[in-house]
């Protein structure tokens, strides 16, 4: 698995420009097939269906948090299914027809399940309660009369600070 801090922020640069000129060839190609006035229209439609679409998923997810705390059931299907939805509606309220349509994607319930079953994976990789067993990792166990600090003003370090 790869660990997001090892990964060169350069990369993720590189990433949002290729997505930045995917999203403009996309439109290119809808304005060319439709027309501009309706490549508009569709764009100004997906923004609001986004907002709409977050603005009731946000409270809708608030009440579920809370309805779930209070019976004292897990939250983590529900919360990954909300945010699908909630990251769905960002998706279309961007401008471009790719992330609307990564947007739609979303919604569709069996993608939502696998995002589910991608991340409840995850959970299980990324627990900071479990360790892998490392062989060259050797513990010393020390009770307090066995360990000493010593003075170090005797150190071979510190003889020429003397001088000075």
Not at 97 to 108: E, R, Y
């Amino acid at each position: 698995m790869i660990k997001l801090y090892s990964i060169n922020p350069r990369f993720f640069v590189v990433i949002f420009l290729c997505i930045l000129l995917i999203e403009i060839a996309g439109f290119i190609f809808v304005g060319q097939e439709i027309g501009i006035l309706a490549t508009l229209s569709l764009i100004i439609i997906t923004t609001i269906v986004g907002v709409v679409l977050l603005r009731i998923q946000g409270f809708s997810l608030l009440k579920n948090i809370q309805s779930e705390v209070i019976q004292g059931r897990t939250l983590e299907k529900n919360i990954v299914n909300d945010t699908c939805i909630m990251l769905s509606a960002i998706l279309l309220i961007l401008p471009g027809f790719v992330s609307d349509l990564l947007g739609i994607l979303l919604l569709i319930k069996p993608i939502r399940s696998a995002a589910w079953r991608f991340f409840s994976s995850l959970k299980n990789k990324m627990n900071p309660n479990t360790r892998r067993k490392n062989d060259s990792e050797k513990i010393i166990d020390l009770n307090a009369e066995d360990y000493k600090v010593h003075d170090t003003t005797e150190s071979p370090w510190r003889k020429n600070d003397d001088i000075h």
